[in-house]
């Protein structure tokens, strides 16, 4: 029988190649040429007129991005709900309080509409979520990040190179952050980057990077020596993933495009077998230039949803579930001061969605099994 896994790193010709001359040129630490070579790659394949500082993780980007807000006890952060947890963990860490905000149920995005409701005059940032790579409303929530001061972060690990009426996600919001972990559609086993789109926080972002110190600037020969001067952590990335990364970035077109061609064909062939069973496809609403990066489905009720999964992994084929809700998470619960509403749309897409296998070198034989598993699954 064939073995369809959910997920499965991108591995590309020169990945090895390229780690092996970081090595071979003793460049391993962070902050070296190969981080240099990713970061201007990135920002010209991005048309980014910011800055890009490449890091650990998302989630260490989502934490700078805090960090540069000056997130602090008694700020108020709107995050989604139906989301991975960094997007909240990170300000959080700061002492502020998460307010939840439920998704869209067609885009399974934030709700934009909802969001006037939550904004108190201690909220700091609203974390808009690409979710699958599709953008959100950046128009609406910039209007009302223009209307009461307050930061939009793009939290874009899922949308690289996706886009918004023409603009890439993760460069139109104050901040972008992007993850290259090895679920992500571009990946260097674990990194991440944060996408500064205001010169006022650029000088700053490097400091963070650096432990606090100005060490940047004495890489670049502007100091003799460097010191502490700011709050921080060790956000660099090494210099050997950071080779890596840069491999993958040169041969994102061909990444991109094959698993648009992957996305299509699940959409082409199950079109009309989702509609004759009332399941919901993915929703690309015009504004949108997708990032492929999930296809998902969502079932009626979440009981189909589970038999789907366990028939589907009847065959070898590993399809699973996604974020279960932060609002009512185990966390959350125990913390007093942050109880909230429900999220009912957030709760039901928790409980009623599978996602199918996707991933760059996934072959034309495991794609057509999973689609001929599906259209024999009934209920
Ligand atoms: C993967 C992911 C993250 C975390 O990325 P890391 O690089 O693993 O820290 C954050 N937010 C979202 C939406 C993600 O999908």
Redesign the pocket.
Known sequence: MINVPFSYPPKCNDDLKSIASAINQGQVVGNGPFTQKAEILLKEQLHNKGEILLTT???HALEMAAILLDISPGDEIIVPSY??V??ALAFYMRGAKIVFADIRADTLNIDVSKLEDLVTERTRAIVA?HYGGIACEMDELITLSLKYGIHIIE?N??GLYGKYRGKYLGSIGSMGTQ?F?GT?NISCG?G?ALILNNPDFFERAHVIREKGTNRSKFLDGKVDKYTWVDEGSSYVMSDILAALLFSQLNFSDSIQSRRKQIWETYNNQLKKWARNLSILLPHIPSYCNQAYHLFYLVFPNGGTRNTFINFMASKNITVTSHYQPLHSSDFMQKIPDNQHDSCPVTTRVSNCIARLPLFFNMSDEQLQYVIENIHDFEF
């Open positions: 993780s998302c989630t989301t991975f960094s997007s979520v939290d690990a899922h993850s972990h992500k674990e991440g």
